[in-house]
């Protein structure tokens, strides 16, 4: 069970970066799926969800309407757009399998991606 | 959710037990019966992984001196005798409701 991330940077504040994580050693249409921040000098914060299908999405308040969480289960595969970038989106960024999810209830995030950084700076 | 771990910081002597404490803002108690909280630990150089969920359930290959409790809003995570190997920064995380909320953090060290 592995998830194997691409993608992430330097940019500059407005611009935008795309995340990548590919899935292998498990059946990925059966797993919701989530990207998981640690920001410098605080801890872990969870960004966005996306269900089994992609047709369910949930966001963080703060990046709402500027990320979007997508997948395309045929190359098990789930992405993060992110757009309009700021200062305080700079963090590692992972990719987590949810083991067990009843909307709106989650638990046991497992295995976590190796984490991709994401720097956004002038 | 506003989850609290304490201490922040906690020295430890390999062989012998330790203890870290999470306080939810409210209760992640479900209908189920079942409160929706996990243990997570980063050690250095490497991705989270997680230890404990619902409380009290060991993830697959954890050791068993790892050990989950609690209720309500108040849960406790212990190691009954520390390795050298379990120093990391532990984090709890509530999933009871979206968004999913994580502690702070301890940073556990060895003396």
């Known amino acids: 069970v592995q998830l194997v991330q691409s993608g992430g940077g330097l940019v500059q504040p407005g611009g935008s970066l795309r995340l990548s994580c590919a899935a292998s050693?498990?059946?990925?249409?059966?797993?919701?799926m989530s990207w998981v921040r640690h920001v410098p000098g605080k801890g872990l914060e969870w960004v966005a969800t996306i269900n089994k299908d992609g047709s369910d999405k949930y966001y963080l308040d703060s990046v709402k309407g500027r990320f979007t969480i997508s997948r395309d289960n045929a190359k098990k595969s789930v992405y993060l757009q992110m757009d309009s970038l700021g200062v305080e989106d700079t963090a590692l960024y992972y990719c987590v399998r949810i083991v067990i999810v009843v909307p709106p209830t989650s638990t046991e995030f497992e295995p976590w991606g190796q984490g991709t950084l994401v720097t956004v700076s002038s | 959710i506003v989850m609290t771990q304490s201490p922040l910081s906690l020295p430890v002597t390999p062989g012998e037990p330790a203890s870290i404490s999470c306080r939810s803002s409210q209760s992640l108690l479900h209908s189920n019966g079942h409160n929706y909280v996990d243990w997570y630990v980063q050690k250095p150089g490497q991705s989270p992984q997680v230890l404990i969920y619902l409380t009290s359930y060991r993830a697959s290959g954890v050791p068993d001196r790892f050990s989950g409790s609690g209720s309500g809003t108040d849960f406790t995570l212990k190691i009954s005798r520390v390795e050298a190997e379990d120093v990391g920064i532990y984090y709890c995380?509530?999933?009871?409701?979206?968004?999913?909320?994580f502690g702070q953090g301890t940073k556990v060290e060895v003396k």
């Open positions: 050693g498990f059946t990925f249409t059966t797993y919701w």
């Open positions: 995380m509530q999933g009871l409701q979206n968004p999913p909320t």
